[in-house]
C-alpha cells in the first residue's frame, strides 16, 4: 500500500534551514550541517538513505524548494535526490505557477497548480503506477521544504513522519511546526549514529 511520508532534516531547536535561505544558499547560515548525515560514511545513515530513496515512488515538495534544486547551485548528477542510491522517482510540485524553464529537464517534473492536496493525489498515482511497475509497494515522499510538510501534517495529509535529528542548535531559520492544532504520534523506530538521530513516527489522521 501507498503511504504519504514526510521526510525532512530538523535541528535539534526545530529549524529545516539556517538563517537568510535563498535560492543560491537554500539551507540559509549554517543549515548545511543538517544534511551532514546524508553524505556520512557511517554504514547506518548509508542505510537510512538508501532505504529511504529505494521506497520513493513519487517525491513532493513546494515551489520555494524546486527553486533551490533545480537553480544553478543545485542538483547534479552527484547531488540530486537519492545520488548513487536509487533510480529517479516522479517529481511532483505544488505552486501557483509553473516556471517558464527548467534547468534538470532529466527529471520527470510535473507542477501542479491547484493545491498541496490535488500534488500528494498526482503523486499518488506516479507512486502507484510506479509500485505496479515494479512489483513492489512505493510511497509518496513529502521532502519539503518545512512549510510543505507543515501544511501536509495540518492537512491531515500525511501516515508517517521521518525527522533526522542532527546535532546543533541554529537559533534561527526556517521553523517544521508553526502552530496547529495538538497531535499525539506513535514512534516506530529510533536509529542513531554518529551524526544524527533518525526518528519514524505514524501520524494518525
Known amino acids: 500500500m501507498t503511504r ?3 521526510d525532512i532534516s530538523v535541528s535539534l531547536d ?6 537568510d535561505p535563498s535560492p543560491d544558499n537554500g539551507l540559509g547560515t549554517g543549515g548545511e550541517a543538517l544534511h551532514t548525515w546524508a553524505f556520512s560514511d557511517d554504514p547506518d545513515d548509508r ?26 547551485k543545485g542538483w547534479d548528477d552527484t547531488s540530486g535526490y537519492g545520488a548513487g542510491e536509487v533510480g529517479k522517482p516522479a517529481f511532483v510540485v505544488a ?3 509553473p516556471p ?20 500528494v493525489t498526482a503523486a499518488r498515482e ?3 503506477a510506479a509500485s ?5 509497494d512505493l510511497d509518496v515522499i513529502l521532502m519539503g521544504g518545512g512549510a510543505t510538510i507543515g501544511s501536509a501534517l495540518d492537512a491531515g495529509l500525511v501516515d508517517a513522519l521521518t525527522l533526522h535529528l542532527a546535532p546543533i542548535v541554529l537559533g534561527a531559520g526556517t521553523p517544521l511546526f508553526t502552530g496547529g492544532a495538538p497531535r499525539t504520534l506513535v514512534q516506530r523506530s529510533v536509529i542513531s549514529t554518529s551524526t544524527a538521530t533518525h526518528l519514524t513516527y505514524d501520524v494518525s489522521r
Open 14 to 19: 526545530g529549524f529545516v534551514t539556517g538563517p
Open 100 to 119: 517558464e524553464s527548467v534547468r534538470t529537464t532529466n527529471l520527470d517534473w510535473t507542477f501542479v497548480t491547484t493545491g498541496l492536496p490535488d500534488a
Open 4 to 6: 504519504i511520508i514526510a
Open 132 to 136: 505496479s511497475d515494479s512489483g513492489k
Open 47 to 72: 542505510r537510512v538513505l538508501r532505504e529511504g530513496t529505494v521506497r520513493s515512488g513519487a517525491v513532493v515538495l513546494g515551489r520555494h524548494l524546486f527553486d533551490v534544486v533545480d537553480g544553478p
Open 95 to 97: 505552486t501557483n505557477s
Open 126 to 128: 506516479r507512486a502507484e
